[in-house]
C-alpha cells in the first residue's frame, strides 16, 4: 500500500533531511573527493602550483618501502587488536557471566578503560612500560637482570603498543560478550544438560553459535578502530624507534601531508587506506552475517 | 566451574587488568618525589597537592582546556542530536529509492579514518575562515558524527507507529510541530545512547582538535594533556592530576548513566 504524503516530499526533505546531509557532505564527501583529486598531483600547498601527475602517486607508493613497511605494521597490529580482545573478552565475560554485586563491578571496571581517552591510556602505558618503569622494577624483584625495553627496543615496540589497544578494547568485548550471552535461552543449556552434554560441549554447541551477532560487531569495530590507529602512535612512539617500527599507514597519512606537506603523496596513501579498509569491512562483515543466517 | 572457584578466579584476573588503573590512582595523590621513588605504593598519607597545582597553575592551563573541551563537546552534541534525528525521521518515513541510497553513502561514513579526510577538510576550513576556531571544529565533529546519530535514531523512529503522526497532522499540527512534540519524546532512549556515545567520543577525541584547533589557539583536555607531558616531563605529579581531572566528568557521567551505556552498546549487538 502507498501512502499519500501529507506534505510535499521536497519540502520534508529541505526541512529535516538537508542540513545533516549538508554538513556531511562538506565535510567528509567533499573531502574524500579533493582528497582523490589530491593523489593525482604533486599538491604542496607551500610549492604552487600543483601538477597533475597521473597515477604517479600511486606507482611510487608501492615501491615505496617506508609505506610497505607501514602496511605491514598496519597489519601486524591489525591482527593482534582484532583476534587477541576477541578471545580474552569471550573468556571474561563467560567468568563473569553470573548475578550479583561482585561481578556487576568488576564488569563496570573492565569497561572503564573503554571510556578513557586514548590519549590518557596512551601516557600511563608510557609511565608503565618505561626501561626504569614500574613493570620494569617488579621483573628486576623477580630477578630477571635485564627486563626488556618494552618501547625502545624495536622488534618489540610495536608489539607493546599493539597489547595497550588490546587493554583499551577488553572491556569492550567483555560488555558486548555478556549482552549475547544473557541472550542464550536457558531451557536450550538445561535440555543440552539433560542429553548428557558437559560444560565445554554446552558451550561449543549452545551458547557459542547464539554469540554469533557478538562476534560480528566486536570483529567489526575492532577492525575498523585498528586499522585507524593513530593517537597512541603518536603519543607512545611518534613513530619509532628506528626508521617507521611503529609507523601505522593513519600515522604515516598525516606526517607526510602535514608535518612534511607532501598533501599529493599522502592523499595517495590515504585512498589506499580507505580503500583496504572498505574492502576488508565488506568482506568479514559478508562472511560473519552469513555465519549468522545459517543458524 | 563451580561456585567457589569462580569468584576467586574473577577477582585475579580483574585484579591483573586494573593494574594500570591502582597506577594512576595511587600516583594522584602522592608528592612528585614519591612517584619516582616507589610508584606502586598506597599514598600515605594521601596529599591533595598534585590537584591543587593543576587546578592553580599561573598560566590555567586546566580551566582553559576545561573550557574548550565542555564547549566543543556541548555544541558538537546539541546540533548532532537535533540534525540526525530530523534527518533520521526523513530516511525513515521516506520510501523513495534515493533515501535508500542515501542511507547506504551515509552508512559508508561510519568506516571512514578520520585521517583521510583531514588534509582537504584543514583546507576547506581555512578557506572558510573558521580554521583554528571552536565553530570549525564543532562543523567538523558534526559532519563526521552525523552517521552514527542517523544510523541509531532512523532504527528507533521505524518503532514509531505512523498513524501516530498522521492523526496529529490530521489535527492540524505542522510536522515540525508533530516532530519536535510527538515523536522526539518517543525517543528518548536513542536519543540518550546518541549523547552518551557522542558526548565521551568527542570529549576524549585527540587528533581533530591537535591539528583543527592548531598549537596555539586553544586546548582541549586531551591535547592540553598530550602538550604538557612534554613540557614537564619531570613533574610527574602533575601529568597524573590533570589525567584524573580531565577524566573525571567523563568517569561521572559514565557511572551515572552506566545502564543506558550498556543497553545503547549492545542494542546493536543483539539486534544483528
Known sequence: MRRKPILPRVWHFASFGAPGVVVYLCFVMAPILISFGYSLTNHNPFNPPAEFVGLENYRLLFQDEQFLTALRVTTILTVIVVIVPNLLGLGVAVLLDRKGWLYNALRSMFFTPVILSSVVVSIIWTKLLDDRGPVNDALRALGVEHPPGWLSDPDLALYSVASIVCWQMLGFCVVVYLAGLQGVPAELLEAAEIDGAGPVRRFRAVTWPLLAPSLTINTVVLLISAFKTYDYVKVVTNGGPGSGTTATIAFDVLATGLDANHVGYASAMAMVMLVIVATLTTIVLRFLRRREVDL | ?272
Open chain 2, 1 to 272: 566451574m563451580r561456585s567457589k572457584l569462580r569468584p576467586v578466579a574473577a577477582i585475579l584476573v580483574s585484579a591483573l587488568f586494573a593494574v594500570p588503573l591502582y597506577y594512576v590512582l595511587v600516583n594522584v595523590f602522592k608528592p612528585g618525589d614519591q612517584i619516582a621513588r616507589t610508584p606502586a605504593s598506597v599514598p600515605l598519607p594521601p596529599t591533595p597537592a598534585n590537584i591543587h597545582a593543576v587546578l592553580t597553575r599561573p598560566d590555567g592551563l586546566f580551566w582553559v582546556s576545561l573550557a574548550n573541551s565542555v564547549l566543543v563537546t556541548l555544541l558538537s552534541i546539541i546540533v548532532l542530536t537535533v540534525l540526525s534525528a530530523m534527518l533520521g525521521h526523513y530516511l525513515a518515513r521516506s520510501a523513495k529509492r534515493w533515501t535508500k541510497v542515501l542511507a547506504l553513502i551515509l552508512l559508508a561514513g561510519l568506516m571512514i579514518p578520520p585521517q583521510v579526510i583531514l588534509i582537504p577538510v584543514t583546507e576547506v576550513l581555512r578557506l572558510t575562515g573558521l580554521m583554528a576556531t571552536i565553530q570549525g571544529l564543532v562543523l567538523f565533529n558534526v559532519g563526521y558524527y552525523v552517521p552514527f546519530g542517523v544510523f541509531v535514531f532512523t532504527g528507533f523512529i521505524r518503532g514509531v507507529p505512523v498513524e501516530l503522526e498522521e492523526a496529529a497532522l490530521l489535527d492540524g499540527a505542522s510536522r515540525t510541530q508533530v516532530f519536535w512534540r510527538i515523536v522526539f519524546p518517543l525517543l528518548r532512549p536513542a536519543t540518550a545512547s546518541v549523547l552518551i556515545f557522542l558526548g565521551v567520543w568527542i570529549w576524549n577525541d585527540f587528533i581533530d582538535p591537535l591539528i583543527i584547533l592548531g598549537p596555539s589557539q586553544g586546548t582541549t583536555v586531551t591535547t592540553g594533556i598530550y602538550r604538557s607531558i612534554g613540557q614537564y616531563q619531570a613533574d610527574l605529579g602533575s601529568v597524573f592530576a590533570l589525567m584524573f581531572l580531565a577524566t573525571l566528568p567523563v568517569l561521572i557521567f559514565y557511572l551515572a548513566l552506566q545502564k543506558q551505556f550498556v543497553k545503547g552498546l549492545t542494542g546493536g549487538a543483539t539486534k544483528g
